[in-house]
């Protein structure tokens, strides 16, 4: 019965190193890169445990575009609504900044909307919250890489406490929005176990020998 015991315990490395990690969310480590930026202010962030509902409301306040140049916003306004669960896993979430900027030619009203494709915090609370959006339409679409690209969001000021175990709130947040986001970083070490998981593996079949020993 070699054979066999030999192929269960090549399936149960495998099954070691590759298995994704449960738990809580991680910091995303957004980096906030050249304009275009948007700045977001008075900010009020809260948390429903109940209905495990994260949102942030504000204004939109002013657009930095690639010219360097700074542009109010008219009657700019910010929304975030995200489900995330007690563990601060997220699930589907929205972004919708509203106003406009007639220097630019952005007169429809919308300025950027998006879809919630992820979203980090610190374990320990504190800043940031951050949030990655798939962009979906809006007059500053371009801006950003049109639709499909991605549109981050990081949050500062948020009095988070380290837990989506109870509600809070806090009105003082501030923050900006950015586009050409630096990717999520991968989980610490998860390329470095899977590499490890592997040289076991192929150490141990080459202890073998090569000797194969029929089942009885």
């Known amino acids: ?9 090549v399936l149960a490395l495998l099954g070691l190193v590759v298995l994704p990690r449960g738990g809580a969310a991680a910091p995303l480590g957004l980096q ?11 900010v009020d962030v809260s948390y429903n445990a109940a209905g ?11 657009l930095e575009h690639p010219a360097g ?9 910010l929304d975030i609504a995200a489900s995330i669960d007690g563990l601060g896993n997220p699930g589907a979430g929205t972004l919708s900044i509203i106003g406009t900027v007639p220097t630019l030619g952005f007169n429809s009203g919308v300025l950027l909307t998006g879809t919630l494709q992820d979203f980090g915090f610190l374990p320990a609370g504190g800043d940031p919250l951050e949030f990655l959006f798939n962009v979906v339409a809006g007059d500053a679409a371009g801006l950003y890489g049109g639709v499909g690209s991605s549109f981050g969001v990081i949050l500062s000021g948020t009095l988070f406490p380290g837990t989506f175990g109870s509600d809070f709130d806090n009105s003082g947040s501030f923050g900006m929005g950015f586009g050409d986001v630096a990717p999520p970083i ?16 192929i150490a141990y079949l080459g202890a073998r020998g090569g000797h194969t020993v029929e089942a009885s």
């Open 1 to 9: 019965m070699r054979r066999v015991r030999t192929l269960t315990l």
């Open 69 to 77: 140049v700074v542009s109010n916003i008219v009657g700019g306004t």
């Open 186 to 201: 991968p989980e610490p070490g998860s390329e470095i176990l899977f590499a490890a998981g592997l040289f076991l593996v």
């Open 52 to 62: 495990d509902v994260l949102s942030a409301m504000g204004f939109a306040l002013t």
């Open 32 to 42: 906030l890169t050249d304009d275009p930026d948007i700045a977001f202010f008075f």
